[in-house]
């Protein structure tokens, strides 16, 4: 089958399936269509106001009769015409195609075989225009200083979106969100406080030269017997960026924001939706850790809380700080990182230097080890995941699931434990895609993301990304995604879980996932 890829401007290129240009013309006139094998085409026609792609099949003759205003001659009593709801919300540029299968297009199987072409994430060094990225500091107290991330500051008036990153990262891991997302809307992205950027510009806790430390220790912030006045409570826990979060969207953005985390910044995400509801949009969970602390919370279970002497303050005992010193000292070693990020990454062909060299370059910061002993050893948050999860829903907050199908700590299972207790919660499985789906296949998340955060905009009006109806959200749903990386052709599967799935979905997702590996390794 051939696809039309139309636009509503005077643009129009005609691709095959094979992703074949057979036609590139800045306009209609005077171009030739080619002779199309089937008798039904697919016409996509982009809306440049309203960021949609509409839909419409047409007949091999009608499909020769266009006019000179870039689009097509109405039809005649006795073509046929069918007209399809908007399905596909785009990006910035005009011209985006999308796939449908002829109705006789089946697989041995007996499913459809779906296919939905999407945009890839703008290539600058093809000329393609990004939004340019601004890096920037906020004081919220003294002597914290808190990295964030913005693009689109331009956009008046669009949504406001709030990326939060990920254990041991930073708003460095979102460049291909705020590259790509912050063309349509005005977005940020934080470093916590401990983390990337954010981590300490003095030292919390100095020491002496008297204490006899190596010289490689001197050069370890956080390391003495006193802490600094500043640094007498600080402890890098849940609660901690809970309330950085919140002063974070009252004094910098200064609105109700979506937001979205990955990892760890999915757990901090819904976390602060439950305490603040008034301040969030909607909350986005990209394989969101289920669980953070592993000691207990002082006011939660204040006796319990007793038996542990030391909660990640400042400074840390000496006996803690020996075992910080031989741990920090494996894994911030760069091949220990490299190891871990091929783990945490399905598709081993994305290209992660960036992340890698971010990564290492904050782990050689003085003050990361000693942040990181004060995260490993902060208290749980007031809520766990289930009891903000809860909140969330009584408080009528909309939620989006976007889980990597082959993340190897945060399983899609937790993905299905959510939306068994949200039933109403989007929940969308990503395959192949691990731990961090934003960055493996930004292409899908961009997608998925700017679709959902529209359909809320416009109160329903514009379709959910892969459902052409309301009624589509209770059923399940699978597709290939495909877009353009670096020239070549990529397919991601995605799987949409309706309000109506049951336990038999995900023992069939399990199962085929599994068989699926093992095929793959025959």
Same mark, same amino acid.
């Given at each position: 089958?051939?696809?039309?890829?139309?636009?509503?401007?005077?643009?129009?290129?005609?691709?095959?399936? !094979?992703?074949?240009?057979?036609?590139?013309?800045?306009?209609?006139?005077?171009?030739?269509?080619?002779?199309?094998?089937?008798?039904?085409?697919?016409?996509?026609?982009?809306?440049?106001?309203?960021?949609?792609?509409?839909?419409?099949?047409?007949?091999?003759?009608?499909?020769?009769?266009?006019?000179?205003?870039?689009?097509? !001659?109405?039809?005649?009593?006795?073509?046929?015409?069918?007209?399809?709801?908007?399905?596909?919300?785009?990006?910035?540029?005009?011209?985006?195609?999308?796939?449908?299968?002829?109705?006789?297009?089946?697989?041995?199987?007996?499913?459809?075989?779906?296919?939905?072409?999407?945009? &890839?994430?703008?290539?600058?060094?093809?000329?393609?225009?990004?939004?340019?990225?601004?890096?920037?500091?906020?004081?919220?107290?003294?002597?914290?200083?808190?990295?964030?991330?913005?693009?689109?500051?331009?956009?008046? &008036?669009?949504?406001?979106?709030?990326?939060?990153?990920?254990?041991?990262?930073?708003?460095?891991?979102?460049?291909?969100?705020?590259?790509?997302?912050? !063309?349509?809307?005005?977005?940020?992205?934080?470093?916590?406080?401990?983390?990337?950027?954010?981590?300490?510009?003095?030292?919390?806790?100095?020491?002496?030269?008297?204490?006899?430390?190596?010289?490689?220790?001197?050069?370890?912030?956080?390391?003495?017997?006193?802490?600094?006045?500043?640094?007498?409570?600080?402890?890098?826990?849940?609660?901690?960026?809970?309330?950085?979060?919140?002063?974070?969207?009252?004094?910098?953005?200064?609105?109700?924001?979506?937001?979205?985390?990955?990892?760890?910044?999915?757990?901090?995400?819904?976390?602060?939706?439950?305490?603040?509801?008034?301040?969030?949009?909607?909350?986005?969970?990209?394989?969101?850790?289920?669980?953070?602390?592993?000691?207990?919370?002082?006011?939660?279970?204040?006796?319990?809380?007793?038996?542990?002497?030391?909660?990640?303050?400042?400074?840390?005992?000496?006996?803690?700080?020996?075992?910080?010193?031989?741990?920090?000292?494996?894994?911030?070693?760069?091949?220990?990182?490299?190891?871990?990020?091929?783990?945490?990454?399905?598709?081993?062909?994305?290209?992660?230097?960036?992340?890698?060299?971010?990564?290492?370059?904050?782990?050689?910061?003085?003050?990361?080890?000693?942040?990181?002993?004060?995260?490993?050893?902060?208290?749980? &948050?007031?809520?766990?995941?289930?009891?903000?999860?809860?909140?969330?829903?009584?408080?009528?907050?909309?939620?989006?699931?976007?889980?990597?199908?082959?993340?190897?700590?945060?399983?899609?299972?937790? &993905?299905?434990?959510?939306?068994?207790?949200?039933?109403?919660?989007?929940?969308?499985?990503?395959?192949?895609?691990?731990?961090?789906?934003?960055?493996?296949?930004?292409?899908?998340?961009?997608?998925?993301?700017?679709?959902?955060?529209?359909?809320?905009?416009?109160?329903?009006?514009?379709?959910?990304?892969?459902?052409?109806?309301?009624?589509?959200?209770?059923?399940?749903?699978?597709?290939?995604?495909?877009?353009?990386?670096?020239?070549?052709?990529?397919?991601?599967?995605?799987?949409?879980?309706?309000?109506?799935?049951?336990?038999?979905?995900?023992?069939?997702?399990?199962?085929?996932?599994?068989?699926?590996?093992?095929?793959?390794?025959?």
């Amino acid at each position: 089958m051939e696809i039309l890829s139309y636009s509503s401007v005077s643009c129009c290129d005609v691709v095959n399936l !094979r992703w074949n240009l057979v036609v590139k013309s800045s306009s209609l006139n005077g171009s030739k269509l080619p002779a199309f094998r089937k008798s039904r085409v697919l016409c996509a026609n982009f809306d440049s106001t309203s960021g949609v792609v509409s839909c419409c099949h047409i007949n091999q003759s009608f499909s020769k009769k266009l006019n000179h205003r870039g689009g097509f !001659r109405s039809l005649n009593s006795h073509e046929k015409f069918k007209q399809v709801d908007p399905i596909l919300s785009s990006g910035s540029s005009d011209g985006y195609v999308i796939g449908v299968e002829e109705d006789e297009n089946i697989s041995e199987t007996g499913e459809s075989e779906t296919k939905v072409l999407i945009p &890839g994430v703008p290539n600058e060094s093809n000329g393609e225009i990004s939004a340019p990225i601004s890096s920037c500091f906020w004081e919220w107290k003294p002597k914290f200083n808190v990295h964030y991330e913005k693009a689109g500051s331009e956009n008046l &008036g669009s949504p406001p979106v709030l990326f939060l990153p990920g254990f041991g990262v930073g708003s460095f891991h979102y460049e291909k969100q705020m590259k790509d997302l912050g !063309r349509d809307f005005r977005v940020w992205a934080i470093d916590f406080l401990g983390q990337g950027m954010s981590l300490p510009l003095e030292d919390p806790a100095p020491r002496t030269r008297e204490e006899g430390m190596s010289d490689r220790n001197n050069l370890l912030w956080g390391f003495g017997d006193e802490s600094e006045p500043w640094a007498s409570e600080l402890v890098y826990s849940i609660d901690l960026w809970q309330d950085q979060v919140r002063y974070f969207i009252e004094e910098v953005i200064g609105e109700p924001v979506y937001i979205a985390g990955n990892s760890l910044g999915g757990f901090v995400a819904l976390y602060f939706a439950a305490c603040n509801p008034h301040l969030v949009k909607g909350v986005t969970l990209l394989n969101a850790t289920p669980f953070w602390g592993f000691l207990p919370n002082p006011i939660r279970s204040p006796r319990l809380a007793k038996i542990f002497p030391w909660a990640g303050t400042f400074p840390l005992p000496a006996n803690v700080r020996k075992l910080v010193e031989f741990v920090w000292q494996k894994i911030s070693d760069p091949r220990s990182i490299a190891q871990i990020l091929e783990q945490v990454y399905a598709d081993h062909s994305t290209n992660v230097d960036k992340v890698f060299s971010c990564i290492v370059e904050t782990a050689e910061h003085p003050a990361a080890a000693a942040s990181f002993a004060s995260i490993m050893f902060a208290p749980q &948050g007031q809520l766990s995941f289930k009891e903000a999860l809860s909140r969330c829903q009584t408080s009528n907050i909309p939620i989006c699931l976007m889980y990597g199908k082959e993340d190897p700590w945060v399983q899609p299972i937790w &993905g299905f434990q959510v939306k068994k207790q949200v039933p109403e919660a989007l929940f969308y499985e990503i395959s192949p895609a691990g731990h961090c789906p934003h960055d493996e296949v930004p292409e899908v998340v961009n997608y998925l993301l700017r679709g959902w955060i529209k359909n809320l905009e416009s109160e329903g009006s514009v379709s959910l990304p892969l459902l052409d109806s309301q009624e589509s959200v209770q059923i399940n749903i699978a597709r290939d995604l495909e877009f353009i990386r670096d020239g070549s052709k990529k397919s991601v599967k995605v799987r949409f879980f309706g309000s109506k799935f049951s336990l038999w979905d995900r023992i069939s997702s399990y199962i085929s996932s599994h068989f699926g590996k093992l095929e793959l390794k025959s």
